[in-house]
């Protein structure tokens, strides 16, 4: 294993990016800028990759409370 991806689903992608931006010294890989519910957004923070997907674009969850995708 060569390092870690940490996947979240959150209602706006880039208004989590705005704030872990606040809070934390990120570096932006990947961004877009679609309409709310389509946008994913990537990070690194500490070595340690993020990857963010809007609720609508992600895909539905199985069981939301384990967190597996389907």
Known sequence: MVGVEIDMVVSDSLKALELYEKIFDIE???VS??????NEVVFTLYGVR??????YNAPHCQ???SGILS
């Open 28 to 30: 932006r890989v990947e």
């Open 63 to 65: 069981d939301t409370k």
């Open 50 to 55: 993020f990857h963010m997907l809007d609720e």
């Open 33 to 38: 800028d679609f309409p709310k519910g389509q």
